[in-house]
């Protein structure tokens, strides 16, 4: 089947705007991870979401980053006021669940985000 | 908190030659699994292999096998036979299950493979 799709690709924006990147989860997997990789931190967890639970958002860096999940499915990542430090790439991925066999995550081919 | 240290920034090796990546971690779980991940430039990343901490027995899928450790909080990854294909970052990463198995990754090791 489908992997997992994120859009856009690339994104270029000018400092002080806001931003919105979506990933569409393979059909079925309930667990949705964000992850960003940049070259000064590397790869870091930011949210993630199992089900209909409170979602992790122990690693969102500020609170100009926010994240939904509509439906148990899409997933929109957005970084309000965007600053130059925010320029990366973000990983989106999905696993069937938390549950002990079902942790395999599959990734998207990230959106990279570029800050002007 | 994970912490996950990869000290080989950057490994050449010959086509049809091995070459390990080492990867060490921190962890106060005992319950927890741990991935190799590559990244070709295309940007996605690729699992490789799982290894799950209960287990003794050492993961391998065909050509590339991992060395786990686990006193030694040690998880290396053999690539037997390399291949053109594998040039890429890989990516070691313990997962916390206690923590909605949400992955903490190293720095990685930049793989080049060479004809």
């Known amino acids: 089947g489908a992997g997992v799709s994120q859009s856009p690709s690339n994104k270029v924006t000018e400092k002080g705007k806001d931003v919105e990147l979506r990933c569409d989860p393979i059909?079925?997997?309930?667990?949705l991870y964000w992850y960003r990789q940049s070259l000064g931190q590397g790869l870091e967890f930011l949210i993630y979401?199992?089900?209909?639970?409170?979602?992790?958002k122990s690693g969102l860096p500020s609170d100009r980053f926010s994240a939904e999940r509509t439906g148990g499915s899409v997933s929109t990542l957005t970084i309000q006021r965007t600053q130059q430090e925010d320029s990366a790439v973000y990983l989106c991925?999905?696993?069937?669940?938390?549950?002990?066999?079902?942790?395999?995550?599959?990734f998207g081919a990230g959106t990279r985000l570029s800050v002007l | 908190a994970q912490t996950v240290t990869q000290s080989q920034p950057e490994m050449s090796v010959q086509e049809a030659e091995t070459v390990t990546l080492s990867c060490t971690y921190d962890?106060?779980?005992?319950?927890?699994?741990l991935f190799w991940y590559k990244q070709p430039p295309s940007r996605q990343m690729i699992l490789v292999i799982r290894?799950?901490?209960?287990?003794?027995q050492n993961a391998t899928e065909n050509r590339f096998s991992v060395n786990f450790q686990k006193a030694a909080k040690s998880f290396s990854l053999k690539i037997s036979d390399s291949q053109l294909g594998d040039t890429a970052m890989y990516f070691c990463?313990?997962?916390?299950?206690?923590?909605?198995?949400?992955?903490?990754f190293g720095g990685g090791t930049r793989v080049l493979v060479k004809p």
């Open positions: 991925a999905s696993s069937l669940g938390s549950g002990v066999a079902k942790n395999i995550q599959y």
């Open positions: 059909s079925g997997h309930t667990a």
């Open positions: 979401f199992q089900g209909n639970s409170a979602p992790d």
């Open positions: 962890t106060s779980e005992n319950n927890y699994y």
């Open positions: 290894q799950e901490a209960y287990k003794q």
């Open positions: 990463a313990p997962s916390r299950v206690a923590a909605g198995n949400k992955l903490t």
